[in-house]
């Protein structure tokens, strides 16, 4: 049985003040913890944010994290860092980062590695962009995203790891993929994750949706078998559209 997660990634969005406010907004809204909640702050509000939601059922996050221990990498941050202000998990390789910043699967699968030796849960964004879609080449971009990002990546370890599928075109445009093509795809991630590993591991493994989620979708989202939680950008922003999300996760 799959506990499903709803994570809000923040971006880089929300001034100090507002990030606690929302925190506390989200720690109200998580309930009794039928449903793993994850909030995402820029690294900046990480610490705040973590002492905010210090005593709801909420897990904190950072949105990226570099894979060396300390040194001379001016602007990056490293596991031990996250970890010390209060994170449990952290977004790697999400299509803002891949599209925008340039990150190859190589240097993602670095990060993955990183955050495992830390003890962290990665959640490793996956997804295709517009023409490749329509190019029908979608699962062949995801096999080659979740190959890259997780060569070397042990059966015990992928047990840590979740996968967000993400379709690029869905991201932030208001487009949702339709629960049909989402479900689709995350039946091919666990077949894949299956013939890379095995099937128990496969079953067991959390594949979350992430694409313009609101609470007038979430539902028909989660009731597909093989979507076991939201990644949720813009929507995550406001308490009570997060909430609606929970519920609609919590209710499937
Ligand atoms: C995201 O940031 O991962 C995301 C899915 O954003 P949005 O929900 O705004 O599409």
Request: contains cysteine; glycine residues 10%.
């Amino acid at each position: 049985m799959r506990r499903p997660l709803i994570a809000g990634n923040w971006k880089m969005n929300l001034d100090r003040e507002a990030a606690v406010s929302l925190a506390r907004g989200v720690g109200a809204a998580a309930g009794d913890g039928e449903v793993d909640v994850l909030v995402c702050p820029t690294f900046v509000h990480l610490d705040a944010v973590a002492q905010a939601v210090n005593d709801a059922n909420v897990h904190v996050g950072s949105q990226d994290v570099y894979f060396e221990g300390n040194g001379a990498f001016t602007g990056e941050t490293s596991t031990d860092m996250i970890k010390d202000v209060g994170c449990t998990y952290v977004i790697l390789g999400h299509s803002e980062r891949r599209n925008v910043i340039g990150e190859s699967d190589e240097l993602i699968c670095k990060k993955v590695h990183a955050a495992l030796a830390a003890g962290l849960l990665p959640i490793l964004c996956v997804g295709e962009l517009l023409e490749q879609r329509e190019a029908g080449q979608t699962m062949d971009v995801v096999k080659s995203q979740i190959e890259g990002s997780l060569k070397g990546v042990d059966a015990v370890q992928m047990s840590k790891i979740v996968v967000a599928y993400e379709p690029v075109w869905a991201i932030g445009t208001g487009k949702t993929a339709s629960p049909e093509q989402a479900q689709e795809v995350h039946a091919d991630i666990r077949s894949l994750l299956a013939r890379l590993y095995n099937q128990e591991l496969a079953d067991g493994v959390r594949i979350l949706y992430g694409g313009s989620v609101k609470p007038a979708n979430a539902a028909d989202l989660m009731a597909c078998g093989d979507i076991d939680g939201a990644l949720v950008g813009g929507a995550s922003l406001k308490a009570d559209s997060f909430a609606g999300i929970i519920e609609a996760a919590a209710s499937a």
